[in-house]
């Protein structure tokens, strides 16, 4: 992606890095992965930007200063603090908490934040794909419309940057970068969480998905229809980067938080403990490194801000079916490297496959451990059984 507009965020002295001098930035999500890496690259590579606000959960036990230092801790940080101790001043955190009224920023703050505020990235958001749909909607669809609602308030907002997803619309065979209508109205589906109870909710929630993958995804459809309904009420752009994965080349090659999505697979597929993933392996692997989705992230924002229209923007954050390694082959690579740096603590082989049936993945997955584990069980009951004899014997 070297001469893009992406890589033009990597110079302080680009039209992109001077337009962000001076001003103040509200991030949600900033203590996550993406979080970090996007504040981490807008005091490296846009020193002169004024300040980063973070609102962050209260934790208990711990100021904000506290919670500020704990957070400068994480590696990625070391080089710039090395370069500019100082540079932690131009960020501010905000106690707050997007399940709460108000976002439960108390009202100094927000009185501040509505009069100096000129960016916004909305990066919060549960990721979890095995949850309800209850605590998917009130962090996800209710915590941006606060938001939202804060956002209307501010008297210089140039640009609000919402991370969404690609896989917002799966239904979509090709998605492109405009509005898609949601399932159901997200007013009404705000109105039914406050109304039904879990059981009911989770009877119904099948036919609220419409054929979408997991709350998650669901929650993400809503949320982008909840906020076209600010069209030419805010300056906004809706960001999709597809799967997220560790950074190509900065802050630290490589570096990632966690061992969600694709990593996650590849390290359970080292250790020998994922056997199998059910997949059509003839798939693009659509995952983008987290450093080049932050770069799209802060053009976009950049761009939104020099748009003059009124209308809500799209950027899709990922690459299209042309060019891209399938899955199939990203296996393949993954298991070739793996045999040459293995990886410690392995309990087997590096050996898993892709498998296009679902009946041939479950029984990579169940069954042919279920007979190995079987297979030593009673192996290991016979040589005790021999050693017991042997015993009485002498």
């Known amino acids: 992606m070297k001469g893009t507009a992406l890589d033009e965020v990597n110079s302080e002295r680009s039209e992109i890095a001077s337009w962000y001098a001076g001003k103040n930035v509200l991030i ?58 100082d540079i932690v001043n131009k960020v501010h955190v905000i106690k707050g908490d997007l399940l709460e009224d108000d976002l439960g920023i108390n009202i100094d703050e927000s009185k501040h934040l509505i009069t100096n505020i000129e960016i916004i990235f909305h990066c919060a958001a549960n990721v979890r794909f095995d949850q309800p749909l209850r605590p998917m909607v009130e962090m996800n669809v209710v915590g941006t419309l606060k938001l939202l609602k804060l956002a209307e308030k501010m008297e210089n907002l140039k640009s609000f940057a919402y991370v969404s997803t690609t896989y917002c619309q799966c239904n979509e065979s090709v998605l492109e970068e405009h509005a898609y209508p949601a399932p159901q109205d997200p007013y009404e589906i705000i109105e039914m969480i406050k109304n039904l109870n879990d059981q009911s909710l989770a009877e119904i929630t099948p036919t609220l998905l419409n054929g979408l993958p997991n709350t998650y995804a669901y929650s993400k459809a809503l949320t982008e229809d909840l906020i076209n309904r600010y069209e030419k009420k805010l300056p906004i752009v809706v960001v999709r980067p597809s799967i997220v994965t560790a ?39 659509t995952v983008i490194p987290v450093d080049k989705a932050i770069n799209g992230m802060i053009v976009a924002a950049y761009n939104r801000a020099h748009s003059e229209t009124d209308c809500i923007e799209f950027s899709n954050l990922c690459g299209s079916n042309k060019g891209l390694i399938s899955w199939g082959e990203s296996i393949e690579t993954g298991k070739r490297l793996f045999y040459q740096t293995p990886l410690s603590l392995a309990l087997w082989y590096p050996d898993g496959s892709i498998k296009k049936e679902l009946l041939s993945s479950l029984d990579l997955c169940h069954i042919f451990p279920l007979f190995t584990s079987l297979y030593y069980r009673f192996s290991f009951i016979a040589l005790r059984t021999q050693a017991i004899f042997s015993e009485s014997a002498e």
């Open 28 to 85: 949600t999500g900033a203590t996550g992965f993406m979080g970090k890496v996007l504040v981490e690259k807008l005091l490296r590579s846009c020193p002169h930007i004024k300040g980063l606000y973070l609102i962050v959960r209260p934790k208990k036990g711990l100021t904000a200063e506290a919670r500020k230092h704990q957070y400068f801790k994480c590696v990625i940080f070391h080089k710039i603090l090395d370069a500019n101790p």
């Open 247 to 285: 950074a190509m080349e900065e802050p630290l090659p490589g570096w990632i938080e966690g061992v969600n999505g694709p990593t996650g697979l590849m390290i359970g597929a080292a250790r020998g403990v994922i056997r199998s993933m059910h997949c059509n392996p003839d798939y693009a692997s």
